[in-house]
């Protein structure tokens, strides 16, 4: 069964920073697109930044410069280094990830962890 477990959510004041870490077990990691996603109460969760298997990265407009995500394969974690923290940044952060199958995909998604940013 995959897991995905998120871990380094907390309360930070505007400008500081954080990093959220994503373990994933139950498959193999290295051939999984990762992810980070975020919903804030009252509006539809939207994509922060993915890595696909080959390290390509793709950013939410609104992080854009100020966080970083990567991967290590070998501890089966993926990273979301978080900068310039702004109050709009509250959130619950999902970790998500894509497990390819032999002709399609699959999604899981961990339990969240909240962040929160006082201005």
């Known amino acids: 069964q995959v897991q995905l477990v998120e871990s380094g959510g907390g309360l930070r004041q505007a400008g500081g920073s954080l990093r959220l870490s994503c373990v994933v077990s139950?498959?193999?990691?290295?051939?999984?697109?990762m992810g980070w996603y975020r919903q804030a109460p009252g509006k539809q969760r939207e994509m922060v930044a993915t890595i696909s298997r080959g390290d390509s990265t793709n950013y939410g407009d609104s992080v854009k410069g100020r966080f970083t995500i990567a991967r290590d394969n070998a501890k089966n974690t993926v990273y979301l280094q978080m900068d310039s923290l702004k109050s709009e940044d509250t959130a619950t952060y999902y970790c998500?990830?894509?497990?390819?199958?032999?002709?399609?995909?699959?999604?899981?998604w961990g339990q969240g962890t909240q962040v929160i940013v006082s201005s």
């Open positions: 139950g498959n193999t990691f290295r051939f999984n697109a």
């Open positions: 998500w990830c894509r497990t390819p199958l032999i002709s399609s995909s699959r999604d899981y």
